[in-house]
């Protein structure tokens, strides 16, 4: 059974500072990884997502890394603002493709300091 | 804009009853899925549906129920057998099965049991 970690659970960091969140998923055999941030009360925004044979996808200041063969996956933020503050949560997609839902992990919660 | 709809934002449930939240989607995507948020856990699957007329359970599909009969939608009952009903409960879609679209999520429903 797939499992994500995400570290570290918390950060919090000056503004304008580049930050790197980390996620680790136990099964190589996924078929997307996905990123989303999460504000308080709120649903969930996809921010990136990387297909299995893909190495890394930009949008803006974020970028996300897939590294499959030893599980591991980045999300860099760059020049951090104080509107990054939320939770970020990796997502890891089920093997060959199927709908079956993702398996999160228990996201890091952010703050940006003005 | 294409999206999906989770509807009501809160709700509160009286022990012993039963009590449906909605999820209505317009992206044309075949799979639907319900996940349950509670602090400290992240999100972890309760029932999808790949088509519509059937589903399949998640990780923790006990005291709760799904019907499929459009494609568009997709509401969960929380029955009285749910023992700890209060949580944050989130939808889900994707275009359909093998194809890297990624997910799109709802805002969310908040239910207490009052």
């Known amino acids: 059974k797939q499992e994500v970690t995400q570290i570290p659970a918390a950060l919090s960091v000056p503004e304008g500072e580049n930050l790197v969140l980390n996620c680790s998923f136990t099964?190589?055999?996924?078929?997307?990884l996905q990123w989303f941030r999460q504000d308080p009360g709120k649903g969930l925004t996809s921010l990136l997502l990387?297909?299995?044979?893909?190495r890394e996808q930009t949008s803006g200041r974020l970028n996300a890394s897939l590294d499959k063969s030893s599980g591991r996956s980045t999300l860099y933020i760059a020049a951090s603002q104080p509107g990054d503050s939320a939770t970020y949560l990796c997502a890891a997609d089920g093997t060959g493709g199927g709908a079956d839902g993702l398996t999160f992990g228990k996201g890091t919660h952010l703050i940006i300091q003005p | 804009d294409g999206g999906i709809t989770q509807s009501p934002k809160y709700l509160f449930r009286k022990e012993g009853q039963n009590v449906t939240l909605s999820c209505e989607q317009n992206?044309?995507?075949?799979?639907m899925y319900w996940y349950r948020q509670d602090p400290g856990q992240g999100l972890r699957l309760i029932y999808y549906?790949?088509?519509?007329?059937?589903?399949q359970k998640g990780d923790i599909a006990e005291g709760y129920s799904v019907s499929r009969e459009k494609k568009e939608s997709f509401p969960l009952t929380v029955t009285s057998a749910q023992k700890n009903p209060t949580a944050f409960y989130l939808c889900?879609?994707?275009?359909?099965?093998?194809?890297?679209?990624?997910?799109?999520f709802g805002s969310g429903t908040r239910l207490t049991v009052v």
């Open positions: 990387i297909q299995s044979s893909q």
């Open positions: 992206l044309n995507h075949d799979a």
């Open positions: 549906s790949q088509i519509v007329n059937d589903f």
């Open positions: 099964d190589s055999a996924i078929y997307n």
């Open positions: 889900a879609s994707s275009i359909r099965t093998g194809v890297p679209f990624g997910y799109t």
